[in-house]
């Protein structure tokens, strides 16, 4: 053999820096393409629990609507179990108050309570929350009061103070129980379902597109109390974007019953919605409560 044929390099293997480039080549595309495929899932993931908000906002809209202006009558007449209507608001309630928030994932503090106050160093602790919510009520306050002496000023010496009393005792009890409906469960899937935005004042849009939705449904589910509506707007819208930042529920419900007690017994607008606006004798609080009607008489 030729000495110089041992020195010939082998045909039958490629060049070494052929093998490291095709090496490299290979590998290369799906590191490029894993973050993209990673974004996709998610917003994938995102769109689904947009949908699935807005799903849950329609059915709560439906039950809430369908259980008032047709099964409410039926149940005020005493041709309902009173039975089925706690199972439902019971039902309700705890699938709005407790699992949807847990399949959600939705932030503890969203719900307004403990965990918003975290021992007043959270958003919604009383010390930094409560002068908010104190001044959107005074000056809805003097926006009622001024009216009222605007128009009817002989309501604002006839007020009767006990009946006062005795609706305010009663208001903080439906406050309550309406904030939790509308600013922890409808308000977080509002929150949740409106996309938000990139760069300067996006989380500002995402709170007034936030608030100016829960305010709509707030004022919608005092249909067809047109006057009610018109106030029930205003309040929501202020305390729907004060919530966004400073989540405190008793200061909501607070807030909520003195304002409401104030149109009801001193402005004297009722507050009866539904089928039972026009028809107080049948209101359906009245059928599935016993001795709320020897309590509050005609309050509603």
Same mark, same amino acid.
């Not at 399949?103 to 160093?121: N, Q, S, V, Y």
């Given at each position: 053999?030729?000495?110089?044929?041992?020195?010939?390099?082998?045909?039958?293997?490629?060049?070494?820096?052929?093998?490291?480039?095709?090496?490299?080549?290979?590998?290369?595309?799906?590191?490029?393409?894993?973050?993209?495929?990673?974004?996709?899932?998610?917003?994938?993931?995102?769109?689904?629990?947009?949908?699935?908000?807005?799903?849950?906002?329609?059915?709560?809209?439906?039950?809430?609507?369908?259980?008032?202006?047709?099964?409410?009558?039926?149940?005020?007449?005493?041709?309902?179990?009173?039975?089925? /209507?706690?199972?439902?608001?019971?039902?309700?309630?705890?699938?709005?108050?407790?699992?949807?928030?847990?399949?959600?994932?939705?932030?503890?503090?969203?719900?307004?309570?403990?965990?918003?106050? +975290?021992?007043?160093?959270?958003?919604?602790?009383?010390?930094?929350?409560?002068?908010?919510?104190?001044?959107?009520?005074?000056?809805?306050?003097?926006?009622?009061?001024?009216?009222?002496?605007?128009?009817?000023?002989?309501?604002?010496?006839?007020?009767?103070?006990?009946?006062?009393?005795?609706?305010?005792?009663?208001?903080?009890?439906?406050?309550?129980?309406?904030?939790?409906?509308?600013?922890?469960?409808?308000?977080?899937?509002?929150?949740?379902?409106?996309?938000?935005?990139?760069?300067?004042?996006?989380?500002?849009?995402?709170?007034?597109?936030?608030?100016?939705?829960?305010?709509?449904?707030?004022?919608?589910?005092?249909?067809?109390?047109?006057?009610?509506? +018109?106030?029930?707007?205003?309040?929501?819208?202020?305390?729907?974007?004060?919530?966004?930042?400073?989540?405190?529920?008793?200061?909501?419900?607070?807030?909520? +019953?003195?304002?409401?007690?104030?149109?009801?017994?001193?402005?004297?607008? /009722?507050?009866?919605?539904?089928?039972?606006?026009?028809?107080?004798?049948?209101?359906?609080?009245?059928?599935?409560?016993?001795?709320?009607?020897?309590?509050?008489?005609?309050?509603?």
């Amino acid at each position: 053999m030729d000495l110089r044929d041992s020195e010939r390099p082998s045909e039958e293997l490629p060049p070494a820096p052929v093998a490291v480039e095709e090496t490299i080549a290979a590998a290369a595309p799906p590191a490029v393409a894993l973050p993209n495929r990673r974004a996709r899932i998610l917003e994938a993931a995102l769109d689904r629990d947009r949908l699935w908000n807005l799903a849950e906002i329609a059915a709560a809209a439906g039950i809430y609507f369908g259980a008032l202006w047709i099964l409410g009558p039926l149940w005020a007449a005493g041709r309902g179990s009173i039975l089925a /209507y706690w199972a439902l608001v019971f039902g309700c309630g705890f699938y709005m108050l407790r699992v949807a928030p847990a399949l959600h994932g939705d932030p503890p503090e969203w719900r307004g309570g403990p965990a918003a106050w +975290a021992g007043g160093r959270g958003p919604g602790a009383f010390r930094t929350a409560a002068p908010a919510y104190g001044a959107l009520t005074a000056a809805l306050i003097a926006v009622l009061i001024a009216g009222i002496a605007g128009r009817r000023p002989a309501l604002l010496v006839a007020v009767e103070w006990n009946r006062v009393a005795v609706k305010f005792a009663g208001y903080l009890i439906f406050a309550w129980i309406q904030a939790a409906i509308f600013f922890v469960f409808l308000m977080s899937r509002v929150r949740s379902a409106l996309p938000r935005g990139e760069g300067p004042g996006a989380e500002t849009m995402h709170r007034a597109g936030t608030a100016l939705a829960t305010a709509g449904l707030f004022s919608l589910s005092h249909l067809p109390n047109g006057p009610l509506m +018109a106030a029930a707007f205003p309040a929501a819208f202020g305390w729907a974007w004060i919530y966004y930042r400073r989540p405190n529920l008793p200061l909501v419900a607070l807030s909520h +019953a003195i304002l409401g007690t104030l149109l009801s017994r001193v402005a004297l607008l /009722y507050t009866r919605i539904g089928p039972f606006y026009a028809h107080p004798e049948g209101h359906l609080l009245q059928a599935v409560l016993p001795g709320l009607k020897q309590l509050f008489g005609g309050l509603f």
